[in-house]
């Protein structure tokens, strides 16, 4: 089913991923980091405009007010 999902719709798949490694308490910081920067030249356009359609806020403002330091500086500055 996974692969399925992904195969239709590759940015709502990480998009998804994405929120859920962020939402609640605590971030799932390997899945942030390693879809963020494994996707940054393929297609984080793509999923930073499907985020925003799907959860009604943007990519950005959901890793600020999740993450901090030099961690939430180097993540904003890849996502942009």
């Known amino acids: 089913f996974v692969a399925v999902q992904c195969a239709l719709n590759r940015p709502a798949f990480f998009a998804e ?3 859920h490694s962020m939402r ?3 971030t ?4 942030l ?3 963020v920067v494994t996707r ?3 297609d984080l356009v793509q999923i930073k405009q499907m985020f925003t359609q799907m ?3 943007t990519l950005a403002t959901m890793i ?3 993450t901090s330091g030099d961690y939430r500086r180097l993540l904003l500055a890849i996502v942009g």
């Open 17 to 19: 991923r994405l929120y």
């Open 24 to 26: 609640g308490v605590g």
């Open 28 to 31: 799932d910081d390997s899945t």
């Open 33 to 35: 980091i390693r879809i």
């Open 40 to 42: 940054s030249e393929i």
């Open 55 to 57: 959860y009604q806020k």
């Open 64 to 66: 600020a007010s999740d």
